[in-house]
């Protein structure tokens, strides 16, 4: 992993401060909804007491019955066609074990009331209403109750059609009979009648009767509760503007309401754009919950809300609305007194400030942090990309001393920085110092041991000349042969280092020509030809010249270095490749030869002083090989400014040695020199 990369992963950490400004933003809206629900619950409480106050009534305790208003005329057949509007709010009066049982409907137009009562119930014993076993069979028992007076209806007929039902109990009131229609199908009957004109009885409750099951329930006379104009335009002048405030009886229907979400008090251009809504609803406020039962007109209220508030607990929730992107808060508290619960009054307020507020804090938050951020990141990538670089500088100049055996061709890069890269650079320095006195050591030590080594040699051999003209006994002949053919290797050892040593001095005092590389080449290629001793020398070379600038004498010293060493390694009847190459940035001289592959360790090290592979030759008699040719290529190589390499064939066959050179540095005439 790249120092920039992980420069780039630290900056990437500073995202959590993002994320910990939105975390604060959510936490100051949150705090700023919970303010404005303890508002709107106060709120909803003043306006609680004053209802209470100015006299209009709330509704009535205990279990109703809600008369709906019928939108279009009733026609009393028996079928539900023209109740499809008000059928979804049909009030489940059935037994305990199985409320759905018994569906019954109530609807007013001016003052008729209407009643429609489904059962379910696929058994069939039914009777007209004035047969005396009515009372055994399937049926439905309505019960009147106006005033002091009561009377109770047996709904049934023995057949589908119209039916007439008489009247038990005295009144004055209420109807001494109902006539209604019947009609059934697989899955139960449908009983539809309507009250004569001008009868509103106060309380009605209904019980369903099944043949088939022993016990009955005795119908529970209910309060009738309507939705009530009066108290509707009496809660109007309370109802604080942009809010809407509902009456709402048990079982959450509507008996009075006043007011309008309007939210036109914000200007348009204020309003946040979709993808503001998105933002607030997703990142800010996901927790919008509220019951969508609560929008528009209904009779009915069938939202966790409402049901909170009638149970006896004041309850909160918001929601969003499509128009202008304004949310909803909702207060429901309940409307309890001394003799029991009176329903709830709901509350409802809509807000476009709140979202727009935190948009806004949320929109400058982001542009705030993508700016601070671009800019770390920009001083990240500056400060890493400054850092590799004055790394990279360190780490070339660390190769090039090892290349160039501790030797700098300047001062190490970084040295003078006062931070840990400067430490680091002042320890490489002192350490390429040591390195190069070493090796300046080893590449002196030839020449000192050649010169040490003369005169005990020189003392040797005179020694050796001297013993020769005494008589010696025969057994001893074969020692002193010995020892002089010691002296004599000892002799071309030291003659070999004198004249690596002379041959470093002339590379370096060398003088540049310009000639032709091609023609030097393929001269010494003619030469060799007779020193193969059997091998084939095969030969590449450009078709047009090759105008270089250098040293002939050395470059064609450092073939003889390479050819020698090739005629070394290759076996009879092997060959030996000898090509030169033009590209852009010089001249690069090849000789390939079949034998063995070179050990991956020496690739590196065989250009270096006294390195050498054939240390068997020395040991079996041969001639001793002191690893200095190698290292002449090298030394001529870059004095051509340009470097010698060694590598294994593809194909695993031999070898191949190469020489990279560019040219020498042309010398400028001194001022005033002809």
Known sequence: MSLRFKLLLVALSTLALPWAGWQFVRQVELLLRQGQEQALLASAGMLAKTVEARGIAWPPSGPVLYLQRASERIVVDGYADDWSELRPYAQALGPSQDAQKLRVTLARDKDTLYLLAEVRDATRARFDPADARSALGDHVELLLVDGGESRRYRLTSAAPGAFDAPAEGDGERLPPHLSGMLQEDGSGYRIELRLPRGVMPERIGLAVRDSAQADATPPEPRRLIAYDDGAARSLQP??????????????????????????????????????????????????????????GERPRLDASEVWQALSGVPATSWRAVDRGGAVVLTASIPLQSADGQHGALVLEQANRALPLLANRALVGLAGSTLVALAIALAILLAFGASLSLRIRRLRNAAERAVRTSGRLDGPMPLADASDELGDLARSFAKLVDEVAAYTDYLRTLASKLSHELNTPLAIV??????????????????????????????????????????VERAIASAEAEDFDLRALVAGCADGYRALCDGRELRLELPPAPVPFHGAPDLVAQALDKLFDNACSFTPPGGWIALSLQVDATGAVVRLANQGPSLPAAMQERLFDSLVSMREGSTRSGGAPHLGLGLYVVRLVAELHQGRAGAANLADGTGVVFSIAMSGMLRRRLADGAT
């Open 461 to 502: 051999k005179s020694s050796l000349d001297n013993l020769e003209h005494h008589d010696v006994p025969a057994a001893a002949r074969p020692y002193l042969a010995r020892a002089r053919d010691g002296a004599e290797r000892l002799g071309t050892i030291v003659r070999a280092m004198s004249e690596a040593s002379r």
């Open 238 to 295: 309370l109802v604080p503007a942009h809010t809407r405030t509902r009456l709402v009886a048990a079982d959450g229907w509507l008996v009075a309401d006043a007011g309008r979400l309007d939210t036109a008090g914000v200007a348009a251009r204020d309003a946040p754009g979709g993808f503001a809504n998105f933002v607030y609803r997703v990142l800010i406020a996901p927790g919008f919950g509220g019951s969508a039962a609560l929008d």
